[in-house]
């Protein structure tokens, strides 16, 4: 009975750290992707690419592969121009954070855009592929599910 009574307490305990750690993991990897958004609000192009490991590649309709750094900045400078005329700021609306490795996760976020009267102008889901390098995440691949127009 006392072997029993140990190894559930034992794997409740076990069951609980995970899932500390993973509440910590996504919390931290929630805000990198906020503070990567206000990069983009802000036009902050270091800022973003500071969030990407090289090469990076983006799934749209056609896929690119970003080799450097410069590309990256080029890349948002050229999204960013042509993005919605009356774009401020974005938000993202939910979540679910996917465990692939202890190396390589997956943010599966839905998100909206607003205007400057803090009107929704669209609303998206994309995935965010981050890979840990030197201890630090960052994201890898990006890739559009779906954007609406509102």
């Known amino acids: ?9 034992t794997v409740f ?5 995970f899932s ?8 931290q990897i929630v805000k990198q992707w906020m503070d990567y958004s206000k990069g983009f609000e802000y036009k902050d192009y270091e800022r973003i690419a500071s969030h990407f490991t090289y090469p ?3 799934n749209n309709s056609t896929p690119i592969i970003v080799k450097n750094k410069k ?8 999204v960013r121009e ?14 679910k954070l996917i ?7 997956i943010l599966d976020a839905h998100y909206s855009r607003y205007n400057a009267d803090y009107k929704q102008i669209l609303s ?16 890898k691949e990006v890739t559009t599910l779906s954007q609406n127009k509102l």
């Open 1 to 9: 009975m006392k072997k029993i009574l140990f190894i559930l307490t």
């Open 13 to 17: 305990f076990s069951g609980f750290v």
């Open 20 to 27: 500390q750690e993973n509440k910590v993991l996504e919390s």
């Open 56 to 58: 990076a590649i983006f």
């Open 71 to 78: 590309m990256m900045i080029e890349a948002y400078r050229s």
């Open 82 to 95: 042509n993005v919605q005329k009356d774009y401020k700021y974005s938000l993202i609306d939910k979540w």
């Open 99 to 105: 465990n692939i490795t202890n190396e390589f996760l």
């Open 124 to 139: 998206g889901r994309g995935l965010y592929f981050y890979r840990k390098v030197n201890g630090n995440w960052f994201i």
